[in-house]
């Protein structure tokens, strides 16, 4: 909260002094203003023109805006690099509210905001987890209950694997309202951070022109709004823009780095101190996977250069309950 500006009180003999001074330059005020109020006697003007009723448009200001401050993310929370995490988008996670413990015992769960309930996330607060909400921020999806506010022009191509999902033009006043309510809700749940996927349309065939300059505006905007509200940001793949946006997010929630041998793009979080929660899906995902697998997503060289630090964890591509880790450890978190 900023702090209450309280002007000094000059000194008694300051204040006499200045008075002397004073009373000549009240006189000559006081018989201008009296004349200018004579020059403006019956002429209609309102201080207030929202009704419309000025008779002339008010003069142009010669005082120009203060600029907007820069994005900043000034959060109660920022996770650490090598946080142990899970990420569950398909269901809700079952956690009773009894519960004494949760499956598996990572510091971070990563869930869907529609889908999880805010005693679900009261209840990972009270088992010492953070939670990070996600929720798609580029793109239409017909099944979330704010689906019907989205307007048509503001909607592009489908996915190219999910034809029910659409890229969102970023740079919508109403997209941007939207999402600005997805974050108020994932307050409203004690979501400690959120995940918006789909930021980087400008890299698929959207049919609404995308740029990289709209993602980024687009990920300022989203970072102020959860700054805001005292909300962790992500930053979801999206490599090409990290350098602009490195400084407005807290962590990288990457998918298949490896795969693309391009974890080397995302090492700058590392440098800033920031984690990366990285996903591979393996083939034969939801079985426990071969050693030589496993060291192929969690290595340090060939495919894997530049993965050194990144919180790793194998899933299946429907990001339900499983989940193997570097160590081999395959858990399951119920749904």
């Excluded at 419309?52 to 805006?65: A, L």
């Excluded at 984690?275 to 995902?285: Q, R, S, T």
């Excluded at 964890?313 to 749904?335: I, N």
Aim: glycine residues 10%.
């Amino acid at each position: 909260m900023a702090t209450e500006y309280k002007p000094r009180k000059p000194a008694w003999s300051l204040r006499r002094k200045l008075l002397l001074i004073a009373l000549p330059l009240v006189l000559v005020i006081g018989l201008a203003l009296g004349l200018g109020l004579g020059l403006t006697l019956g002429r209609d003007h309102n201080d207030d023109d929202s009704d419309g009723d000025n008779n002339g448009p008010e003069p142009p200001s010669t005082t120009s805006p203060p600029p907007s401050p820069p994005p900043t993310n000034g959060t109660a929370w920022k996770p650490a690099v090598n946080s142990t995490w899970q990420i569950v988008l398909q269901g809700a996670i079952s956690v009773p509210q009894d519960a004494k413990s949760v499956t598996p015992d990572v510091s971070i769960f990563d869930i869907d905001l529609f889908d999880t309930s805010k005693d679900t996330i009261d209840t990972l607060h009270r088992l010492g987890k953070k939670v990070i909400c996600y929720f798609s921020a580029g793109t239409f999806e017909p099944r979330r209950p704010d689906s019907g506010q989205f307007k048509g022009q503001d909607i592009g191509k489908a996915l190219q694997d999910w034809p029910d999902e659409k890229w969102l033009r970023l740079g919508s006043e109403d997209v941007r309202r939207i999402m600005k309510g997805r974050v108020e809700l994932a307050r409203e749940k004690g979501c400690d951070g959120i995940d918006p996927d789909n930021v980087d349309g400008y890299q698929n065939d959207n049919g609404l022109d995308l740029t990289k300059d709209d993602s980024i505006s687009f990920v300022s905007y989203l970072s102020n709004i959860s700054a805001q509200h005292n909300l962790a940001m992500g930053l979801k793949n999206a490599g090409d823009i990290i350098p602009q946006v490195l400084d407005m997010v807290d962590f990288s929630v990457n998918e298949q780095c490896v795969q693309y041998a391009e974890c080397g793009t995302f090492k700058p979080f590392i440098d800033a101190g920031k984690p990366v929660f990285h996903i591979e899906y393996p083939d034969n995902a939801g079985t426990e996977l071969g050693t030589n697998t496993v060291l192929h997503y969690c290595g340090n060289d060939g495919d894997a250069e530049g993965r050194e630090g990144f919180s790793t964890v194998l899933k299946k591509m429907d990001l339900d309950g499983w989940v193997e880790f570097c160590d081999q450890k395959v858990a399951v978190t119920a749904t």
